[in-house]
């Protein structure tokens, strides 16, 4: 089996502290694209993907409580979702489905789409969509032989507010990338059956 | 960027029609491997996945609106959220905890976990982490040559029922996999900026 499997999924692991060795840019370009190429729900990508900047490092970690990874990650990307965007009125869903109608009539998808969409529960949904992202970046940080954290552990008021999200706008999850600086932990999964 | 990128996530898109062509049982068993070491918040793999037998694969079409991804799959399996069994007193959970904790304290992760845990929102948040599980797959397959679909449109009280799911345990995702009868699309996406 283990010859089938997947690099990238084989490689990947949670790295809980990371060396402080920067990052190119070329790897963050190519994880972003990676998350930039992911599959959702109605073909919404109800994502963007905000790569905090130096000035704003230590504001996002303490966002994330300080927590090591986030204290230590060369690169840190956070994921957020495009809540207010999914309305089905709104420009964002039209330019969406008029591109996934491929030229044909979009209002198959516009019906499908009005049956399923709550406004109460739209915001969950979204931010379990961008773990779709979430799992394309993490496994191209790994092709690259980079190591990885998702932390979903934060503030998210405050993360927000540090980086000036607009309303309708909500952190999913942040991502932080680098080299690791401990060895990968044995695996702990479930079994298959 | 192209030779950079994991080439099974530029493989990857979905298949709207599949050949009748059989999917070879290494092949699932190493799709369902892929899932099985996908990321967790808080390591709670809070799923299941439940490979569609013959017997059933009508009627899980018939609960997916026979939308032709899932009428027409040589492979079905859904992916099914452990809501249930995410109760921070529950079985399940000291066991994945007592894992996660590699022999330390557990109360740490434990206080983290109900700090957070909301029993009105679990299913939502246990159906956005199966979408770890499910990218895992989808690329899974992509690596083994295979062609997929994930549909997330169904009725989940037939699909359910179909499945004779326990209380506690929902849908999150029907993924549809084989050899697609068509092309591969041109990708459709947002740009990067």
Chains 1, 2 share one sequence.
């Not at 840190?76 to 709104?90: F, G, K, N, R, T």
């Not at 191209?140 to 552990?153: E, R, T, V």
Request: glycine share 6%; hydrophobic share 50%; with cysteine.
């Amino acid at each position: 089996m283990d010859d089938m499997l997947l690099p990238a999924i084989q490689a990947r692991y949670a790295c809980r502290r990371f060396l402080p060795d920067p990052l190119a840019l070329e790897d963050v370009a190519s994880i972003l694209e990676a998350g930039r190429l992911a599959p959702s729900g109605f073909g919404l990508e109800p994502w963007r993907f905000v790569v905090v900047g130096d000035a704003d490092r230590a504001r996002v970690a303490e966002a994330c409580f300080d927590q090591p990874p986030a204290a230590t990650a060369a690169g840190l990307i956070v994921i957020v979702a495009l809540v207010a965007q999914l309305d089905p009125q709104s420009d964002y869903v039209r330019a969406r489905f008029d591109a996934e109608a491929r030229g044909a009539a979009n209002e198959p998808v516009y019906d499908a789409y009005r049956a399923v969409y709550r406004s109460d529960s739209i915001a969950a949904w979204a931010i379990g969509q961008c773990n779709f992202a979430v799992a394309h970046m993490l496994l191209q940080a790994a092709h690259l032989g980079l190591a990885s954290c998702p932390i979903g552990g934060f503030d998210s008021t405050l993360l927000a507010r540090t980086l000036h999200l607009p309303d309708g706008e909500v952190p999913a999850l942040v991502l932080a990338f680098g080299h690791c600086a401990h060895a990968a932990p044995e695996r702990l999964r479930k079994p298959l059956a």
